[in-house]
C-alpha cells in the first residue's frame, strides 16, 4: 500500500477538526484524486501525507514508513501555491530541486531537457518572477517531478493551466503510473477530469463520504458524470440540510460534523515493485543546492544588496558626517556698549595689558564655529534670540577692559564697580542643551585663554591665572565634545547586529510563500539551513567587518588601542550572535510584517539601552541593570574597552563580551530546534 490513513484527526489550534476520523487507502501504481469542497481539508491531508504536519490522532503509513517526516527524493511534492524562488532561472529551479534530491548531473540534465519539452516550459534561463501564473504551475510541476519519484503528490496541478497541457499532463501521469509504478496523489477541483484516476476520494468536512474508482461509483449511482455523483453524496449527507443545491458548481458546501466512514469499494491493484523504498538524504548535496540558491538570491536581490552593502556605508557615513561634530556658524549677538574701547590695542600685543581688549577675547574663537553679530541693546539682543535670529547673546559691562585690569592688578583690593564691571555674562537660548553646553564649554576654555595670553604679556607666568585643576586621561581623548569616538565601537557592534538579525526576514517570507516546506519535503532539514545561512551570513558579516573597520580606523580615525585579533573576533561574534538571534526571531514568527516589527523593537531598544550612544551610568538604576540583559550592552563594554582603553582577554569586561556573545548563540539555535519540532507537530 502506498498510503494508508487510518482514523486521522487534525485540528488547528482549538478550531473544530479539519480532518475527522479520515480513513485513506492508496495503492501503489495508483492515481488517486481527492475531490472536495474548498476548505474540507484536502490540503491539509497532503501535507500530512509529505511530512508537514502530524496527525493529532490516527495513523498515516507512507510507502510503508510507519513515521511523520521527510520522505525527501521518495516523494515530488507540488503545493498549491507556487514556491519558487523568484530571483532563479527556470533552469536554476530545477536543477536546485534535482540537487536536493542528490541527482547526478548528467541525471539532472536529461530530466529539465524531456520536462522542458514536454511541459511546454519557456527558455530555461527565464526568472521565474517574470513568468505567467500558469508557466509558474508548470516550472512548479516540473520540479516535483524532476526526480522521478514513487509517489507524486499534487496540490491542484491543473489549475489555470490550457486544455490541451491538462490533456498532456494527465496522459503523462496515467503513463508513469503504469510503466514506473508511481502512485499518484492529487487534490482537483475539476471533478471530471478524475475519471482517469484509479480512484477518487470524495471529502467533506474532514472525511470520506466515498472512496472508489470512477466507473464503480457511476455505476454505484446510476449517474453519467462524477459531478452527479459528488451532488448525490452531498444530498444523501442528511447531517447537511441547509445544503442548497442551486449554488453546487464544483464545490462542496462547507459543513463539520461528525459522520461516518462510508466506504464503497476499493480498487486494489498490485503493483509488482511493493519493496518499502528507503528515504535517502544527500547532506552534501542539500547543503550545496543552498548554498547556490543563497548565493543567487544575495546576489541578485536589490533588497539584500542594498541592505547588505550600502546601508553599513551609509551609516557609518551619516554618523561620521552628523554625530559629534563642533558646530559651525553659531550665531551669537555680542553686545560691547563703548565701540571705542572693542580694540585698546591691535598693534602691540606683546605689551602688558595691551591685549586686553574685548576683540582680544573674541579673536580666542573660531571664526567658522561662532558668528559675532554685533547688537547695540541688551533688550535687541533678547528679542534677536527670541526670533530666532541668533542663539545667544554675549554681554560686556561698560569699560570692560578697564575693569578687567583693574581687577588683575588689585586681585583682593578689587572694588565691586570692579568686579561687576569686569564680568561677561552670557545668556542662550537653552531649549537646544547640547549647543548651549559646547557654547558654555567653550567660553570657560576662551576665557583661560584670553587671561592665559594676558599673563604671559605682563611677563607672569600663566599657570598662576590657570584654573587650579589638572585633568589627565589614561584612556581616551582629553579633546572636549569628541563624543563620536565615544560612540564608534557602540554604532559599530549595533549596526553589524542589526543587519545580521535581518536574516529574519527573509528566511520568514520564504516561510510565507511556502518555499521552506516545499524545501523540508525535499528533505531538507533545519541543520542544513542553518549550516548554508551560517556559511553565507559569515561572509556577509565579515564584508560587513571589512567596511566598518575600513572606513572607520582607515578614514576616520578610530583607534584600536587593544588587540587587533580581538576586535576583529568580537563584531564577528556579534555577527554570528545577530544573525542566530535573527533565526530565533524566524523559528518564532511567521508573517513579515510581525518579524520586521520584532527586529526594530530589538534594535531600538539596543540602541537606546545597551550603552553605545549613551553612558548607562547615567540611567535608571533599573534600567541599568535590565539593559545587561540585552545581548549588545556587554558586548559593546567589551569592544569599547579593547578600543579605547587596549585591553585584552584578561580583562573581565572584554572576557564578558565573548560569553555574552557565546550564551546568547547556544540559545537561539536552541530555541530553533524546540521551535521546529513545535512547528512539525
Ligand atoms: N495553518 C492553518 N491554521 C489554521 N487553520 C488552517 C490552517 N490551514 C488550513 N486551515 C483551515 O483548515 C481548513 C481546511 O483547509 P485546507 O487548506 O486543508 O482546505 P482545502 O480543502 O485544501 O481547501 P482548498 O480547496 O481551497 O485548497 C480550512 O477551514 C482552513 O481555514
Same mark, same amino acid.
Given at each position: 500500500m502506498a498510503l494508508k490513513v487510518k482514523n486521522g484527526f487534525k485540528r488547528y489550534g482549538n478550531d473544530k477538526f479539519v480532518l475527522n476520523n479520515l480513513n485513506v487507502n492508496v495503492d501503489r501504481g495508483e492515481i488517486y484524486g481527492l475531490l472536495g469542497a474548498s476548505g474540507c481539508g484536502k490540503t491539509t491531508l497532503l501535507s500530512c501525507v509529505v511530512g508537514l504536519r502530524k496527525l493529532d490522532a490516527g495513523e498515516i503509513i507512507v510507502l510503508g514508513q510507519d513515521a511523520y517526516g521527510q520522505l525527501g527524493g521518495l516523494c /515530488?511534492?507540488?503545493?498549491?501555491?507556487?514556491?519558487?524562488?523568484?530571483?532563479l532561472s527556470i533552469f536554476e529551479s530545477l536543477e536546485y530541486f534535482g540537487m536536493l534530491y542528490g541527482m547526478s548531473s548528467t541525471m539532472r540534465q536529461s530530466q529539465i531537457k524531456f520536462l522542458s519539452t514536454f511541459l511546454d516550459?519557456?527558455?530555461?534561463?527565464s526568472c521565474i518572477q517574470d513568468l505567467s501564473g500558469g508557466q509558474k504551475r508548470r516550472v512548479s510541476l516540473a520540479t516535483a517531478m524532476i526526480h522521478n519519484p514513487p509517489l507524486l503528490v499534487l496540490d491542484e496541478p491543473t489549475v489555470g493551466l490550457d486544455p490541451l497541457l491538462r490533456q498532456r499532463i494527465w496522459e503523462h501521469l496515467v503513463q508513469i503510473s503504469r510503466d514506473c509504478g508511481t502512485t499518484i496523489i492529487l487534490s482537483t477541483h475539476y471533478i471530471e477530469e478524475t475519471r482517469r484516476c484509479d480512484k477518487v476520494g470524495f471529502m467533506r468536512g474532514g472525511q470520506l463520504l466515498a472512496e472508489a474508482s470512477p466507473k464503480s461509483l457511476l455505476s454505484q449511482f446510476n449517474c453519467d458524470s462524477l459531478e452527479s455523483v459528488a451532488l448525490q453524496l452531498c444530498r444523501e449527507d442528511k447531517h447537511i440540510?441547509?445544503?442548497?443545491?442551486?449554488?453546487?458548481?464544483?464545490?462542496?458546501?462547507?459543513? $463539520?460534523?461528525?459522520?461516518?466512514?462510508?466506504? $464503497?469499494? =476499493?480498487?486494489?491493484?498490485i503493483h509488482p515493485n511493493q519493496i518499502t523504498p528507503v528515504v535517502e538524504t544527500h547532506h552534501h548535496k542539500i547543503i550545496w543546492a543552498l548554498l547556490m540558491k543563497f548565493w543567487y538570491r544575495h546576489l541578485r536581490d536589490w533588497r539584500c544588496l542594498t541592505a547588505e552593502f550600502v546601508l553599513p556605508i551609509m551609516i557609518i557615513l551619516v554618523m561620521q558626517n552628523v554625530i559629534g561634530l563642533p558646530p559651525r556658524n553659531l550665531k551669537i549677538g555680542v553686545l560691547t556698549p563703548n565701540s571705542d574701547e572693542y580694540c585698546i590695542n591691535n598693534s602691540t600685543l606683546t605689551e602688558c595689558f595691551a591685549n586686553i581688549g574685548i576683540c582680544n577675547f573674541l579673536q580666542k574663537f573660531?571664526? +567658522?564655529?561662532?558668528?559675532? =553679530?554685533? *547688537?547695540?541693546?541688551?533688550?535687541?539682543?533678547?528679542?534677536?534670540?527670541?526670533? @530666532?535670529?541668533?542663539? @545667544?547673546?554675549?554681554?560686556?559691562?561698560?569699560?570692560? +577692559?578697564?575693569?578687567?585690569?583693574?581687577?588683575?592688578?588689585?586681585r583682593n583690593f578689587a572694588s565691586n564697580e570692579t568686579i561687576q564691571g569686569s564680568t561677561i555674562s552670557l545668556v542662550m537660548d537653552e531649549s537646544n542643551v547640547i549647543i548651549a553646553s559646547w557654547m558654555k564649554l567653550t567660553v570657560v576654555k576662551k576665557y583661560l585663554?584670553? *587671561?592665559?595670553s594676558i599673563a604671559s604679556a605682563c611677563n607672569l607666568n600663566p599657570a598662576i591665572v590657570a584654573e587650579p585643576l589638572k585633568f589627565n586621561a589614561i584612556y581616551g581623548s582629553m579633546e572636549i565634545w569628541k563624543?563620536?569616538?565615544?560612540?564608534?565601537? @557602540? =554604532?559599530?557592534?549595533?549596526? $553589524?547586529?542589526?543587519?545580521?538579525? +535581518?536574516?529574519?526576514?527573509?528566511? $520568514?517570507?520564504?516561510?510565507?510563500? /511556502?518555499?521552506?516546506d516545499r524545501d523540508y519535503v525535499a528533505g531538507v532539514k533545519l541543520w542544513h539551513r542553518m549550516v548554508c545561512y551560517f556559511a553565507t551570513e559569515s561572509i556577509i558579516g565579515f564584508i560587513h567587518l571589512v567596511i566598518f573597520f575600513s572606513l572607520l580606523t582607515g578614514v576616520y580615525g578610530m583607534e584600536i588601542r587593544g588587540s587587533w585579533y580581538l576586535a576583529v573576533g568580537l563584531v564577528m561574534m556579534t555577527a554570528i550572535c545577530g544573525f542566530t538571534m535573527g533565526w530565533m526571531f524566524a523559528m518564532l514568527k511567521d508573517n513579515v510584517l510581525e518579524t520586521i516589527i520584532l527586529i526594530l523593537f530589538m534594535s531600538i531598544t539596543q540602541a537606546s539601552c545597551s550603552g553605545g550612544m549613551w553612558p548607562m551610568e547615567m540611567a535608571n538604576p533599573i534600567y541599568r541593570h535590565l539593559a545587561k540583559l540585552l545581548p549588545a550592552t556587554i558586548i559593546i563594554e567589551s569592544f569599547q574597552s579593547i578600543c579605547i582603553r587596549g585591553w585584552g582577554l584578561s580583562h573581565s569586561s572584554v572576557l564578558n563580551g565573548f560569553l555574552t556573545a557565546s550564551v546568547y548563540i547556544a540559545i537561539s539555535i536552541s530555541v530553533c530546534f524546540l521551535a521546529e519540532r513545535r512547528r512539525r507537530r
Open positions: /515530488g511534492y507540488m503545493p498549491q501555491e507556487i514556491s519558487l524562488l523568484n530571483s516550459l519557456p527558455p530555461l534561463n440540510l441547509d445544503y442548497n443545491e442551486n449554488n453546487y458548481t464544483s464545490e462542496f458546501n462547507e459543513a $463539520v460534523q461528525i459522520k461516518s466512514y462510508r466506504k $464503497v469499494s =476499493i480498487s486494489m491493484q573660531d571664526d +567658522s564655529k561662532v558668528e559675532w =553679530i554685533p *547688537i547695540n541693546s541688551y533688550e535687541n539682543g533678547i528679542q534677536s534670540i527670541r526670533l @530666532g535670529n541668533t542663539i @545667544g547673546l554675549l554681554q560686556f559691562p561698560v569699560d570692560f +577692559s578697564t575693569h578687567f585690569k583693574n581687577r588683575m592688578v588689585y585663554e584670553f *587671561i592665559s563624543v563620536i569616538s565615544y560612540m564608534q565601537p @557602540g =554604532i559599530t557592534i549595533l549596526t $553589524v547586529f542589526m543587519l545580521a538579525n +535581518s536574516i529574519a526576514i527573509l528566511w $520568514v517570507e520564504d516561510r510565507e510563500k /511556502g518555499l521552506e
